[in-house]
């Protein structure tokens, strides 16, 4: 072993879950929860700043998410809209590049209009790359793959040999992004949820009872430290 600097994953992503429960236990309306979430969203962009992580992809709404009552869907896209709007010029001076990942298709045409603006403004220095999942479905985003490369095959410009898992992987909406080295989920579930699906084949996976509000600088240590005591063999020995 060379020296003892310490390698941090370069790509961190979080399933944020347990606003609802976080409010309820509180006797506050679920809107509270993904409220004060939003700010522990702020936290962890400037925790991940300071330690040089590269990238963060945080887990918003997801395609599923609108099965919910519609109270809670149109609080969740008025939070998107206020946080865009306060914080993206914030972070942008720190250094902060947005990307969204998910479906422009289902979004009011306000929050696109929003996206568009972050995405044709972006900063300049990339320290770190925010990746959103919002109207994210991980199986969509494969789906919308394999038809982008269905139809390269049928007007003949790949043949199928020519499709390899590269090609795939630049069909994504992740297509610029490095495959996440560590996947945390908070609230305690242990599942993926439909989350980049392609991309965690080998991700680390550390789930904390924590709930999303309640997360912090310090529970993010935790996860990166207990992620440097893990061996990735990526199915070598
Ligand atoms: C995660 O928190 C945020 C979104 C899915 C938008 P939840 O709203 O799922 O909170 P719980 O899991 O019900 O506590
Ligand atoms: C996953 O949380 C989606 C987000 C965090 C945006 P959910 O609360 O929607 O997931 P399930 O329903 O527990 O699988
Ligand atoms: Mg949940």
New binding site residues.
């Given amino acids: 072993m060379k020296g003892q600097e310490i390698k941090q994953p370069s790509h961190i992503a979080i399933i ?7 409010a309820k236990a509180r006797g506050l309306p ?1 809107t509270e ?2 409220r004060v ?1 939003a700010e522990r969203v702020r936290d962890i962009v400037y925790a991940c700043l300071e330690m040089g992580v590269k990238n963060l992809t945080i887990y ?3 395609k599923e ?1 609108w099965k919910r009552p519609r109270r809670e869907v149109s609080g ?1 896209m008025g939070l998107a809209r206020f946080f865009f709007k306060r914080f993206f010029d914030e972070l942008k001076k720190e250094g902060v590049f947005f990307v969204h990942l998910g479906d422009t298709e289902g979004l009011s045409p306000g929050i696109l209009k929003i996206i568009r603006n972050m995405e044709e403004n972006n900063a300049a220095e990339r320290k770190l790359y925010l990746s959103i999942a919002f109207n994210y479905s991980g199986r969509s985003e494969i789906t919308q793959a394999v038809r982008e490369i269905a139809s390269l095959v049928e007007r003949g410009d790949i043949e199928v040999g020519d499709i390899t898992q590269e090609l795939v992987s630049e069909h994504l909406y992740s297509a610029d992004l490095p495959d996440p080295d560590l996947l945390i989920r908070t ?1 305690g579930e242990h599942r993926v949820s439909n989350f980049l699906l392609w991309q965690i084949a080998y991700s680390e996976l550390w789930v904390t009872d924590t ?2 509000p309640d997360f912090s600088k310090q529970t993010l240590l935790e996860a990166i430290d207990e992620y440097h005591r893990r061996e990735r063999r990526f199915g070598g020995l």
């Avoid at 944020?16 to 976080?22: K, L, S, V």
């Fill in positions: 944020m879950d347990g606003n609802g429960r976080w679920r929860g993904h979430g918003a709404f997801s998410n969740i609230g709930l999303w």
